[in-house]
């Protein structure tokens, strides 16, 4: 098959197979006389594997990891719980920085609504935001903000 009909199946963009195959994480297909790849049922079945990993959260180096174990005969899957727990314990990190954070917008809105009672009628836009009602809660979006870019940081680059 080629590599539109491979990309399709697995639910991704023929971008993203070519990508998987420059990172080694899918073997290079053969290719006909005229330069297309001619992908076959092995490649179909590791591209479902990438993408199962990735849906679990699990970051491309570590999807390499767990294929190499494989290639080398091991058995990946006590690898793979290690991961998983440490997903979870991520997930419940954020989980908990979530709830601290709804805890400080809540907290935020309360004294804005307090305080927008007694600011002067005839802010330009928002008086929440000119008059600095909302500076207490510049640590709550820092937070939103640096845990997105963190976030980011944590993830391979890949193709959009």
Do not use: N
């Amino acid at each position: 098959m080629k590599i539109g009909e491979l990309a399709r199946e697995a639910g991704v963009t023929a971008k993203t197979v070519r990508y998987y195959e420059q990172l080694g994480l899918l073997e290079e297909p053969p290719r006909t006389e005229a330069r297309y790849r001619i992908y076959g049922p092995a490649h179909a079945e590791r591209l479902e594997f990438i993408v199962q990993a990735k849906r679990l959260g699990l970051l491309l180096g570590e999807v390499r990891d767990i294929l190499t174990l494989h290639e080398q005969r091991q058995a990946p899957c006590v690898h793979v719980l290690a991961l998983l727990d440490q997903k979870l314990e991520q997930v419940q990190a954020i989980m908990e920085d979530l709830q601290q954070f709804q805890r400080e917008v809540r907290r935020l809105k309360a004294e804005s609504e307090r305080r927008l009672a007694g600011l002067p009628v005839g802010a330009r836009i928002c008086g929440i935001i000119e008059q600095g009602i909302h500076a207490r809660g510049e640590v709550a979006l820092a937070w939103l903000e640096g845990r997105g870019k963190a976030r980011k940081d944590r993830l391979s680059p890949r193709p959009s």
